[in-house]
């Protein structure tokens, strides 16, 4: 049972992972001076663009977004507004609680919102990818067994370990080791990318190990 969902699931990953790999060696091949502590911020925004990219192409070739009741241009075109709509409060949010966690408010703001976009892309992207622009199955899914596929266990582990390495990310910070990855955001979204990455790989694992015991209720 769900050998063909994880098959997939792990291509999907696999491929969404060497994005990010592209991404970071495509600049510092093209760019002069690029790296990933230098110049941060590229390398923030080129990851962001590859994963949102790759994930929004891959998911919507395997059908996995739950499928529209209408299929009017004006119903799509809503549907792609509220997308993009939720995306933005997505980075508004991350910003907000940054901020609340200790973040600059006004000095390094584009630094902090750069950081929210990464976050946004790695984990509300993936939820509009899989659950669509519905609020509601957003906190089903997050919700005490609210899962009712292998793609909303996966959402699930995935987002859970994106926040926690950026979480996690943060604890050198302070520390004074004047070391170049603990310039702000470098730690935390380093911390993101490197849950994000591990989330990936234990996701298929853990639903293939589990996959006897998975009970899904009917949607």
Known sequence: ?????????????????ASVFMAT?????LVPGFSVYGTHLLWLYSVSAAVAAVSVSVFW?????PPTKKHTLGYKLSRLFRSCLYFFLSCLFFHTVVI????????????????????????????????GPNVQAWIRVFSRHG?????????????????????????????DWDRPWQVWPVSCSLGAMIGYLTGLVVAPAWIHYHRKQLTYKCK
Request: aromatic share 8%; charged share 10%.
């Open 1 to 17: 049972m769900w050998d063909h969902e994880i098959r997939a699931m792990a291509s999907t990953h696999a491929i969404i992972a």
């Open 25 to 29: 060696i495509l600049p510092a091949v």
């Open 61 to 65: 070739l395997l059908g996995i977004s």
């Open 100 to 131: 609340l966690y200790g973040a600059p408010l006004i000095e390094s703001a584009l630094e902090t919102f750069s950081l929210a976009v990464l976050l946004t892309s790695l984990t509300t992207l993936r939820c509009l990818c899989v659950l």
């Open 147 to 175: 899962a009712m596929s292998v793609w909303d266990t996966c959402l699930q582990i995935t987002v859970a370990f994106t926040l926690i390495g950026a979480w996690l990310g943060a604890f050198p910070i302070p520390l």
